[in-house]
């Protein structure tokens, strides 16, 4: 017998099942349960309906780790609706773009972002603007919680649902600059749920607390594993070492995601202040992903922190998890080291290294060849974006995503990514094009020529920095820091700015970045950052 698969499964589970069950917990530490959750969820809808959303209609969030991002989500699913959450790290001409790009009727905003939708207000789609705390917001903005309230509670009548709707359009960084919408269906978000509630290991008693961003891939799946399996989200604002720290113990967490750079931070805390306890009455398990740990820090987090690290893989595209160094007969066989590795293909999930001609490449651990991968949870589509869609999905192997990165493959089907065939940076967990750094740079007065190149940091992974060559004597590191930050979201903002008299480049004019990542990479094992 077959079914649809849809987001809503999860939620209706949670509701059916765990329906007294503290499902959410907010910030300030409001208390949702389950059945409160789904009533909160239905308001909001019907809500969203007043406006007149309907089945294919997006409504955009941006907001931090909050309760409502949730409801939201929820919500606009509920409806056949496209639910479009956004980084909020951006700056206004990005917001404009993505809100043009996914043509959002609807924007919900958190009363802290929400002044850089306005900046731009007049340039989108959108007709309908809704603010959390919108008192706080300047320009004319309904209240979130005025919106909730005043709506009925009974359940929306539910359009008919195929699993092969559009979900969700996470935006990430394209190589060329602007953000490619990255499409996924509502069967892409639940298998991708199933496979990765198998390899994080959740159980209905878990308490997840929120320190990897929502927005970020819907949060890694969370947003519905969680859900659907009955364990309590632990909303977190925003990230602090202290602030992991309290909710942790206060919460009695269990499970959380961060990227190695949360990692770092939290080791950073601990060595200030040793004495502060860093788990509740319960084990602490965190998954993390982007740049590979480096192996001192997963010793000092499992041995003197004591929280067990699990280690995944995957892209925007990719929902994101497609390997995972989570194997305990592995783990036992080859020891710790293994955990720097990205690991083997998830359940259902068909993950191998090619050459150019898209032949596999030996599983000897030292041949180099490009991560393709085929599954149900890889994604749809690019929106609005046919070309970058058919050359991801057939450039070397036809009917396998393309990853861009480059890596080996082992006996044991062990994947280490060594390095990227696309102009990507991961810093902090965040995709920077350094091919949009250098646009900005190029718009600089007395700014020549410029390359943006990843380099090694042992707090990011990777650090973007720019090279550049300068048009006159006028130039200053601190003139071409001031120019970006007025032009790029703060974590693209090169780290390093360094000054020279020419860049490499080859007969053509290319400029030769190979050359100058080899520079600064040639004392690391590989030349993609560990954090």
């Given at each position: 017998?077959?079914?649809?698969?849809?987001?809503?499964?999860?939620?209706?589970?949670?509701?059916?099942?765990?329906?007294?069950?503290?499902g959410v917990?907010?910030?300030?530490?409001?208390?949702?349960?389950y059945?409160?959750?789904?009533?909160?969820?239905?308001?909001?809808?019907?809500?969203?309906?007043?406006?007149?959303?309907?089945?294919?209609?997006?409504?955009?969030?941006?907001?931090?780790?909050?309760?409502?991002?949730?409801?939201?989500?929820?919500?606009?699913?509920?409806?056949?609706?496209?639910?479009?959450?956004?980084?909020?790290?951006?700056?206004?001409d990005?917001?404009?773009?993505?809100?043009?790009?996914?043509?959002?009727s609807?924007?919900?905003a958190?009363?802290?972002?929400?002044?850089?939708?306005?900046?731009?207000?007049?340039?989108?789609?959108?007709?309908?603007?809704?603010?959390?705390?919108?008192?706080?917001?300047?320009?004319?903005?309904?209240?979130?919680?005025?919106?909730?309230?005043?709506?009925s509670?009974?359940?929306?009548?539910?359009?008919?649902?195929?699993?092969?709707?559009?979900?969700?359009?996470n935006?990430?960084?394209?190589?060329?600059?602007?953000?490619?919408?990255?499409?996924?269906t509502?069967?892409?978000e639940?298998?991708?749920?199933?496979?990765?509630?198998?390899h994080?290991?959740?159980?209905?008693?878990?308490?997840?607390?929120?320190?990897?961003?929502?927005?970020?891939?819907?949060g890694?799946?969370?947003?519905y594993?969680?859900?659907g399996?009955?364990?309590?989200?632990?909303?977190?604002?925003?990230?602090?070492?202290?602030?992991?720290?309290a909710?942790?113990?206060e919460?009695?967490?269990?499970?959380?995601?961060?990227?190695?750079?949360?990692?770092?931070?939290?080791?950073?805390?601990?060595?200030?202040?040793?004495?502060v306890?860093?788990?509740?009455?319960?084990?602490v398990?965190?998954?993390?992903?982007?740049?590979?740990?480096?192996?001192?820090?997963?010793?000092t987090?499992?041995?003197?922190?004591?929280w067990?690290?699990?280690?995944?893989?995957?892209l925007?595209?990719?929902?994101?998890?497609?390997?995972?160094?989570?194997?305990?007969?592995?783990?036992?066989?080859?020891?710790?080291?293994?955990?720097?590795?990205?690991?083997?293909e998830?359940?259902a999930?068909?993950?191998?290294?090619?050459?150019?001609?898209?032949?596999?490449?030996?599983?000897?651990?030292?041949?180099?060849?490009?991560?393709?991968?085929?599954g149900?949870?890889?994604?749809?589509?690019?929106?609005?974006?046919?070309?970058?869609?058919?050359?991801a999905?057939?450039?070397?192997?036809?009917?396998?995503?393309?990853?861009?990165?480059l890596?080996?493959?082992?006996?044991?089907?062990?994947?280490a990514?060594?390095?990227?065939?696309?102009?990507?940076i991961?810093?902090?967990g965040?995709?920077?094009?350094?091919i949009?750094?250098?646009?900005?740079l190029?718009?600089?007065?007395?700014?020549?020529?410029?390359?943006?190149?990843?380099?090694?940091?042992?707090?990011?992974?990777?650090?973007?920095?720019?090279?550049?060559?300068?048009?006159?004597?006028?130039?200053?590191k601190?003139?071409?820091?001031?120019f970006?930050?007025?032009?790029?979201?703060?974590?693209k903002?090169?780290?390093?700015?360094?000054?020279?008299?020419?860049?490499?480049?080859?007969?053509?004019?290319?400029?030769?970045?190979?050359?100058l990542?080899?520079?600064?990479?040639?004392?690391?094992?590989?030349?993609?950052?560990?954090?």
């Amino acid at each position: 017998m077959k079914t649809e698969m849809t987001t809503l499964d999860f939620l209706d589970r949670a509701a059916d099942i765990y329906d007294d069950v503290v499902g959410v917990i907010a910030d300030d530490g409001t208390e949702y349960t389950y059945a409160e959750f789904e009533e909160r969820v239905n308001r909001l809808s019907n809500a969203l309906a007043e406006f007149g959303i309907e089945q294919g209609d997006r409504v955009a969030m941006l907001a931090s780790n909050t309760h409502y991002f949730l409801e939201a989500l929820y919500a606009t699913n509920q409806l056949g609706a496209v639910y479009v959450p956004m980084n909020y790290r951006l700056v206004p001409d990005d917001y404009e773009y993505i809100l043009s790009d996914c043509e959002a009727s609807v924007v919900i905003a958190d009363h802290a972002f929400a002044d850089k939708v306005e900046a731009v207000r007049g340039s989108v789609p959108a007709e309908q603007f809704v603010g959390y705390e919108a008192d706080r917001i300047d320009g004319d903005w309904v209240d979130y919680m005025d919106l909730v309230d005043g709506a009925s509670p009974e359940p929306p009548e539910r359009p008919d649902i195929s699993e092969d709707d559009d979900a969700s359009i996470n935006y990430t960084s394209g190589t060329t600059g602007d953000p490619k919408g990255v499409v996924r269906t509502h069967r892409t978000e639940h298998w991708h749920a199933l496979v990765l509630n198998q390899h994080m290991e959740i159980r209905d008693d878990d308490t997840y607390l929120w320190t990897l961003p929502m927005f970020h891939c819907n949060g890694w799946g969370h947003t519905y594993a969680i859900t659907g399996t009955g364990g309590t989200h632990v909303c977190h604002r925003e990230f602090t070492p202290e602030g992991t720290l309290a909710k942790v113990r206060e919460h009695d967490v269990s499970f959380m995601c961060g990227a190695p750079t949360v990692l770092n931070r939290i080791i950073a805390h601990h060595d200030e202040n040793p004495s502060v306890e860093t788990t509740g009455d319960r084990d602490v398990r965190i998954a993390t992903a982007g740049s590979a740990p480096a192996t001192a820090t997963i010793e000092t987090v499992e041995d003197d922190i004591g929280w067990r690290i699990i280690h995944i893989y995957g892209l925007t595209e990719t929902a994101p998890i497609i390997t995972t160094s989570n194997s305990p007969r592995r783990l036992a066989e080859r020891g710790r080291d293994l955990k720097v590795n990205q690991g083997s293909e998830t359940l259902a999930t068909d993950v191998r290294v090619v050459d150019e001609n898209g032949d596999d490449v030996p599983a000897d651990g030292e041949t180099m060849g490009e991560v393709v991968v085929r599954g149900n949870q890889v994604m749809d589509r690019y929106l609005n974006k046919p070309e970058a869609t058919e050359k991801a999905f057939n450039d070397r192997l036809p009917g396998y995503f393309h990853t861009g990165d480059l890596g080996v493959i082992d006996e044991d089907g062990m994947v280490a990514i060594q390095d990227r065939k696309k102009d990507i940076i991961i810093s902090g967990g965040e995709n920077v094009s350094s091919i949009q750094v250098e646009d900005v740079l190029y718009d600089h007065p007395d700014i020549a020529k410029a390359a943006v190149i990843p380099t090694p940091s042992e707090e990011w992974g990777e650090m973007v920095t720019a090279i550049v060559v300068p048009k006159s004597d006028d130039l200053t590191k601190e003139g071409v820091e001031s120019f970006c930050r007025e032009r790029l979201a703060g974590y693209k903002i090169p780290r390093q700015i360094l000054i020279q008299d020419d860049l490499p480049e080859t007969a053509t004019g290319k400029v030769q970045k190979y050359q100058l990542r080899e520079e600064f990479w040639e004392d690391e094992e590989r030349l993609i950052g560990q954090g």
